[in-house]
Structure formats: structure tokens, C-alpha cells
């Protein structure tokens, strides 16, 4: 499965969903807790033709189709975005024209997508274990996709089966929501998750700082080191926005910059409330900045966060977050 293991965590909720019925779950919880690879684990077990109460077998032709992304009976629906981060093929309509630069990849679920998935769901299957559709991240869709999908959830065409995965499922129609079972991805803890990532060939003490960076999310923690930023980097990162270091972002890019000065921000306030942080060490955090002036860089942040992905400037953005972040860190009322 992309070349990782499956973390243990993720295995065992696999096992406990697959020992039950049910023909649509819906995951969620938060981003990094693993939603994608469990979702992909129950359409293997779903669709392999020995599957065992702990899954999919891994070596039968249906599970082989599933690695190479080439299941006749697997409808991925993701947007664009993801699908070509995940290494999904698009469909030959949707590559031709990203080829032609009619467009850019979409990143919400396209209603074509769902057109094809609705087709898809009432043929027949192809290799005679049923049809899956894994759904991912769910609230990507709009609300004519949301509704396609509903319609089909409501009147399932018997051997098709749904996975719908998403870190926002507040954000779904209720009626998509009722339509699963739901399932709360579980918190892996900390030496299950710092063991996982060492296991990914990351040394112990970088993936501590990662695993650190990202909330305690896994998934994510193995992000930020294939992102190529260096460890040390996060580290340094407090201290260095205290002296107004543009050059300690250089690698970064500016969502990644937005979200490490949130983290930072949310880890001085913490200090300064008595409380502990959380994605920094406490040694490595600066000592100055008052509750006052860290309140409105919260605030400032919360708009960069709005406009990061479509920067007027990039270089002039960066220059003021930093300007923002060295004087709300060196305040004094
Ligand atoms: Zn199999």
C-alpha cells in the first residue's frame, strides 16, 4: 500500500469494522489519523477473493488490481488534487483535457466524477465479489455531488458498498451522515506512533520532533518529513521568528509557513496560560509576548489562512507574517 505498512492502529479498527455489517461507513476525525489507508483497507478486504477476519489476503489478483489502481469494481472517488497525490488514474476525459490545459486539477469532487460513480455502481460487477466505492476526503463534495451520492446511498443497487473518509464530517449533508454507520478514527499513542514512523526508515529523533509538529497525527508527521523540511529546522523555528529570520522559511511553502507560525502562536499562549504545548518543546520557545499581542496574531493568522493559497505576492507575504510573528513574540502589553 504505497509502498508504507500498515500501521498497527489502522489494522486493528479494520478488523472491528469488517467483523460488522454494513453497506456504507462513514470515517471521521481528524486529518493525519489515518482515514484513507483504513478506508482502503476495508474495499481491499470487501473485494479480495480470500479475505480473512483480519482483512484483505494481500496476493490474490483482486488485491493485486487494487495496488496498480486498475480494479474493475473499485470506484475511487476523490477530487483531482488528491487522486494524482495518491497516484490514482483520472479518467481519460479528465487527464486529456488537464493535458491540454483546458484546466487545472479540481480540487473538489467533480460532478462528472459522480456521474461516473452513480453508472458505476449500477453495473454489474466484474469480478463477482461485489462493487466498492471509497469516497475521499467526503467533504469535498458539493451539493449536487452530495446529492447524487445520496440517492444512491439511499437506494444501494445491492452488491455496492460505500466508504465515504473525511476530517470534516460536520460539514456533510445530515442525511449522508445518517445514511452510515459512522466510525471515530482512533488516537494512535505516542510510542505506537513514534515506532511507525521509525519504521518508515525516519531516525528516532526527527520523527519525535515530527510526530511533535504535527499534533501527535501520524499520518501527518510522515508528511512533514517527506515534505523534505529538516527537523532541526522546526526546532530553531520559535527562536528564529523571535529575531525576525525570514531565511529559517526558506524551504517552506507558504500554507506550511502559515500553519507552523498557528502552532507557534498556539504553543506561547499556551505557556503564557499555564497550560502545556503542543506542537513545540518548551525549551525552545521564547520567552517574551504578551497575552494581548499574541490574541491579534492569532487573529491575523486565522485571515492569512484565508488568502494563503492565492498570495498577491508571495515574498512581500512572507515578510509581513514574519514582521508579525517577531513583533507579536517580542511584545510587552
Ligand atoms: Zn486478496
Known amino acids: 500500500m504505497n509502498g508504507t505498512a500498515m500501521a498497527p492502529w489502522i489494522a486493528t479498527q479494520a478488523v472491528q469494522l ?14 493525519g489519523l489515518g482515514q484513507y489507508s483504513l478506508a482502503l483497507a476495508l ?9 480473512s477476519s483480519h482483512g484483505a489476503c494481500g496476493t490474490c489478483g483482486s488485491c493485486h488490481a487494487i495496488d496498480v489502481r486498475t480494479h474493475a469494481d473499485l470506484c475511487v472517488l476523490m477530487p483531482e ?3 494524482l497525490e495518491l497516484g490514482w488514474p483520472l479518467s481519460e476525459k479528465a487527464q486529456a483535457d488537464i493535458d491540454d490545459k483546458k484546466r487545472k486539477p479540481s480540487k473538489e469532487i467533480r460532478v462528472d466524477a459522480m456521474r461516473d460513480a452513480v453508472e458505476f455502481s449500477q453495473r454489474t460487477s466484474a469480478r463477482g465479489r461485489g462493487k466498492a466505492v471509497l469516497v475521499f476526503p467526503a467533504e ?22 460505500f466508504v465515504l473518509a473525511s476530517d470534516a464530517a460536520h460539514q456533510l449533508l445530515p442525511t449522508i451522515r445518517s445514511r452510515c454507520l459512522g466510525h471515530t478514527m482512533v488516537w494512535p499513542e505516542t510510542d505506537a506512533s513514534l515506532a511507525w514512523i521509525e519504521g518508515q526508515g525516519i531516525p528516532a ?3 519525535a520532533v515530527m510526530l511533535r509538529a504535527a499534533g501527535s497525527r501520524p499520518d501527518d508527521a510522515l508528511l512533514f518529513s517527506q515534505s523534505g523540511r529538516d527537523a532541526q529546522a522546526w526546532v530553531r523555528l520559535p527562536k528564529a521568528m523571535a529575531r525576525g529570520d525570514v531565511s529559517a522559511l526558506k524551504d517552506w511553502t507558504p500554507a506550511q509557513t502559515v500553519d507552523a507560525l498557528h502552532k507557534l ?19 525552545d520557545l521564547p520567552a517574551g509576548g504578551s497575552v494581548a499581542a499574541l490574541t491579534t496574531w492569532a487573529g491575523a493568522l486565522a485571515a492569512a489562512t484565508r488568502t494563503v493559497e492565492h498570495p498577491f505576492n508571495a515574498g512581500l507575504m512572507l515578510e509581513a507574517l514574519v514582521s508579525q510573528a517577531q513583533n507579536a513574540l517580542n511584545s510587552t502589553h
Open 140 to 161: 469535498r463534495m458539493n451539493n449536487v455531488t452530495a446529492n447524487a451520492l445520496l440517492k444512491t446511498l439511499e437506494e444501494p443497487p445491492g452488491d455496492v458498498k
Open 81 to 83: 488534487t488528491v487522486m
Open 265 to 283: 502562536c498556539h504553543d506561547v499562549l499556551a505557556v503564557k496560560t499555564g497550560a502545556t504545548p503542543r506542537f513545540f518543546d518548551a525549551t
Open 18 to 31: 469488517l467483523a460488522q455489517r454494513g453497506h456504507a461507513w462513514l470515517l471521521a476525525g481528524p486529518s
Open 205 to 207: 529523533a526527527q520523527a
Open 43 to 51: 474495499v481491499r478486504a470487501w473485494l479480495c477473493d480470500s479475505p
